[in-house]
């Protein structure tokens, strides 16, 4: 085969554009909205939280691939199979519209999804990847959309159905049971006895659930506790953290115009942390704005260190209605928010287009990256951000990337619709 030449330039021109898109109606392409729009982010504004780098002309571009090659090691001499930047495609089977992914640690990576990208009642899709191939598991369940594990062999699923436990003698040999029927929309945990859960019907019912999983034999009947804070009327999206003392939960909080399906349903994005008591705090978390008729919404977050938190949404003015982001550092009263947007939406009533942040990693608060609709992946090293080449010819990818996990020291996994990039993250010798 012929290698396959990549302009960046291209891709750069293309991806600028998208950011100075006008806007129409609020949008948003949650997995259970019955729709995914095709559209992505741009970069972070000046100020306290850095700047866009801008892209390098074509001249420069064309250079760089000259004396670049092929970057990541996985191709053979004949294909390409990795970008400039490093960020390696691996083969998916067919219909694998992926939410999440998840490695054990020891090279072992899952990916969950569904096999339709609209589709609420989608079935279920569960990837295994081997270190050099990925194959479908079996499991019985419509959509499925979050993924988390303390090892290779307790692992924990969600989805639309309800949330199942994977567990047995090897990794390539699991058994999976239904411990609830809940509607899970997010996992994460710090240990095999300390697993948390958030469930909610769909991103606007404001009837969702925060469960809390502390060991075989503690809780409920199946182990997992229902937390009080699940009285609080709230569509609750995320669950993170980075140890059984630091949790956040997160998610969108009725704003009083709950029967106006054209604003955004008039939500408040709003994040919650855990006190030492067991108690949740709204006290030092940002402020995503709202108008009774333009909500906000939560879509990404990461700690990624307990005093370096990252999240990212919509937020509304009585003028326009922007993508944003926050970085949080802590203080002895809570944190210090910096608050920026990418810019894609503008407009006096609502917009179309709104280019979210899907899904956030870090291994140092210099090293983070974004991604979301449209392809578009930036990564921040504590200054500015830089949009990351992840395509091998001169189109822009159109997928949205909707999940992150990695391993400092092995590899970065992204994974969205009908696509699953690796990135190696040993240092070279």
């Known amino acids: 085969m ?3 030449s990549e302009r960046t330039a291209v ?6 554009a998208t950011a100075l898109l006008p806007a129409i109606a609020c949008s948003s392409g949650d997995d259970d909205s019955g729709s995914t729009p095709e559209t992505g982010n741009t970069g972070l504004d000046a100020g306290e939280a850095g700047s866009v780098v801008p892209e390098a002309s074509a001249e420069a571009a064309s250079d760089a691939d000259a004396s670049r090659g092929d970057a990541g090691g996985d191709a053979d001499a004949d294909v390409r199979t990795c970008s400039n930047d490093g960020f390696c495609h691996t083969e998916l089977p067919a219909k694998s519209w992926l939410a999440d992914v998840w490695g054990d640690g020891t090279g072992i990576v899952w990916a969950v999804g569904a096999d339709d990208k609209t589709s609420l009642d989608a079935g279920a899709v569960l990837l295994r990847w081997d270190g050099k191939a990925w194959t479908k598991q079996t499991l019985a369940a419509k959509r499925l959309s979050a993924i988390w594990g303390s090892g290779p062999t307790d692992l924990w699923v969600g989805g639309r159905d309800g949330l199942y436990h994977g567990t047995g003698a090897t990794s390539d040999s699991l058994t999976w049971t239904k411990v609830r029927g809940d ?3 997010s996992l994460w945990g710090s240990g095999a006895n300390d697993v948390w859960a958030a469930s909610s019907t769909n991103r606007f019912s404001f009837d969702g659930k925060i469960l809390h999983y502390a060991g075989a034999g503690s809780g409920g009947a199946d182990g997992w506790d229902v937390d009080p804070i699940s009285s609080r009327p709230m569509a609750f999206r995320k669950v993170w953290g980075t140890s059984a003392a630091d949790v956040w939960i997160g998610g969108n909080e009725d704003n009083g115009c709950s029967a106006n399906s054209v604003c ?5 994005t709003t994040a919650l942390h855990r006190l030492p008591d067991g108690t949740w705090s709204q006290a030092g978390s940002p402020t995503f704005e709202t108008t009774p008729y333009l909500g906000s919404e939560l879509t990404a977050v990461r700690s990624v260190t307990p005093n370096d938190v990252w999240i990212a949404g919509s937020d509304a003015t ?12 802590s203080k002895t009263d809570g944190f210090d928010w910096a608050k920026g947007t990418l810019g894609t939406c503008f407009g006096q009533v609502g917009c179309a287009n709104i280019l979210y942040t899907r899904a956030i990693w870090g291994a140092r608060p210099d090293d983070v990256y974004l991604g979301g609709d449209s392809g578009q992946l930036r990564h921040w090293d504590g200054t500015r951000m830089t949009l990351m080449t992840l395509t091998l010819d001169a189109l822009p990818s159109t997928a949205s990337l909707m999940g992150m996990w990695g391993k400092p020291g092995d590899d970065l996994w ?9 990135k190696s993250l040993k240092v070279s010798p």
């Open 318 to 329: 009585n003028t326009a209605s922007f993508d944003a982001y926050f970085r949080g550092k």
């Open 264 to 268: 955004n349903n008039g939500a408040g």
């Open 11 to 16: 891709l750069a021109v293309v991806l600028g």
């Open 2 to 4: 012929n290698r396959v």
């Open 183 to 185: 509607a899970i929309v």
């Open 414 to 422: 992204i994974v969205g619709s009908e696509i699953a990039l690796r």
